[in-house]
């Protein structure tokens, strides 16, 4: 058991290594290969540098990555100037990368476009010997990781577009050492087998180091004459191996792989359903002429029978005894109209009724006269004002302040002495008259 002292927490021992590497490694320069590279919206570039022996996390930081001349990629030979950092949260160290220096391709890199140019001399990648899909097939075949996500989506997508063939699932190992001899395995099942239409073989997306089997020379081989058509579903839409292109057709993803297969079903299903509703829409026409006919004829035939002979006689005569009561009753109305028109027009002529419309004249020119008269006036609030004289003042400009005049209201009079005259000025007053 060492001493207390001896003993370091977590984060104490975390930070000495820090400062020990921070401090031992603050400007270091490292030649390597970029893999696993990741771009993030904010722009930081997050990637490991590796060599045959080993590899070493590295980042740069958005920045310094604007500084960059040409984008970075997974097989890159760069050499990488910045410092060495560790993160605590996590006791990794990493590279803090504060420029890069490009080398060339990546051994990989160089690999691939190798044995690609040498495959493609030999004419595998003609067009001439690419093979068309089966627009129906009814059994697929696919070789790729019965666990992985590529699998799943595969057969959702499938399913949500209600495909109903059959899919033979061929499990195999797609990454490592092990990869290519587990899907060669599988593809010579597939031969012997001979229980399906199409073939796709692929897995979900990685870097170059992780998709590398799919360009490994004895697995492309394989796929050379294969007694079906093969659909190579590898990676994301940006990967390219070279199973894409000795395949006859390349699908960006293995999603994609599944609704390429559908889409044929997809457009039958729907040529059928339009049939199908072109064929119920004329049983539905036909059907109704014919019952159309069918009414049309049973209204003929009751419109000749005895009974509805007999039924469209007493409807007739119904129609005619109506029509003559209506006849009467519009003569007999007619008349009384008339007789009350002149019992009116002689009720207006007659002496009474004269006199009562006089009276009633008389009576409305008594009221106007009233209500025009002085005294209803002055019952209505008004008063009369005039001077000692007995003349009608009426205007401010005939009075004069001290002026004494007399007021006749509705019930009396009164004098009254003027202290002050004030003329409105929205008035528009003329010269005064004696």
């Known amino acids: 058991m060492q001493p207390e002292d001896d003993i370091f927490s977590v984060v104490e021992l975390t930070s000495a290594i820090k400062d020990l590497l921070e401090e031992g490694f603050p400007r270091v320069a490292v030649r390597g290969e970029i893999s696993n590279l990741r771009v993030q919206a904010s722009g930081h570039h997050y990637f490991s540098l590796k060599d045959p022996q080993s590899q070493l996390s590295s980042v740069m930081f958005r920045g310094n990555a604007l500084s960059l001349d040409q984008a970075l990629a997974d097989g890159q030979e760069v050499i990488c100037v910045g410092n060495i950092s560790v993160y605590p949260p996590r006791g990794n160290y990493q590279l803090i990368v504060r420029m890069v220096i490009p080398e060339g391709t990546g051994d990989l890199a160089r690999k691939f476009e190798a044995l690609k140019k040498r495959l493609a001399e030999e004419g595998l990648f003609d067009p001439e010997r690419k093979r068309e899909l089966p627009r129906f097939p009814r059994s697929i075949g696919i070789v790729t990781s019965p666990t992985g996500a590529a699998l799943q989506d595969f057969l959702r997508i499938l399913q949500r577009r209600r495909w109903t063939g059959h899919v033979m699932v061929y499990p195999s190992i797609v990454q490592g050492a092990e990869a290519v001899p587990s899907m060669l395995e599988m593809l010579a099942a597939v031969k012997e087998r001979q229980e399906v239409d199409l073939l796709v073989i692929g897995r979900g997306g990685g870097s170059l180091e992780d998709l590398w089997a799919f360009n490994e020379e004895s697995l492309v081989r394989s796929l050379v004459e294969f007694p079906v058509p093969v ?119 007659s002496p009474e009724h004269r006199f009562k419309l006089s009276v009633a004249q008389v009576s409305a020119l008594a009221t106007r006269l009233h209500n025009a008269s002085v005294g209803a006036t002055l019952e209505r609030g008004f008063a009369l004002v005039f001077d000692d004289q007995g003349k009608v003042i009426k205007s401010v400009c005939d009075l004069e302040p001290g002026q004494q005049v007399n007021q006749l209201l509705s019930d009396g009079k009164t004098r009254i002495e003027i202290l002050d005259t004030e003329l409105e000025k929205s008035e528009t007053r003329g010269p005064r008259s004696d």
């Open 231 to 349: 659909i190579s579903a590898v990676g994301h839409e940006i990967d390219f191996v070279l199973t894409d292109f000795v395949a006859d057709v390349r699908a960006e993803t293995p999603s994609a792989a599944a609704e390429l297969i559908s889409s044929g079903y997809l457009e039958m299903v729907s040529r059928f359903e339009s049939v199908e509703g072109q064929l119920v829409d004329l049983v539905e026409i036909a059907l109704n002429e014919r019952g159309q006919l069918v009414d049309y004829l049973g209204l003929k035939l009751e419109g000749v029978s005895p009974a509805n002979c007999l039924q469209e006689n007493r409807r007739r005569i119904e129609r005619l005894v109506d029509r003559l009561k209506e006849g009467f009753v519009e003569v007999v109305g007619g008349e009384r109209e008339r007789l009350q028109s002149l019992q009116l027009r002689l009720q207006s002529q």
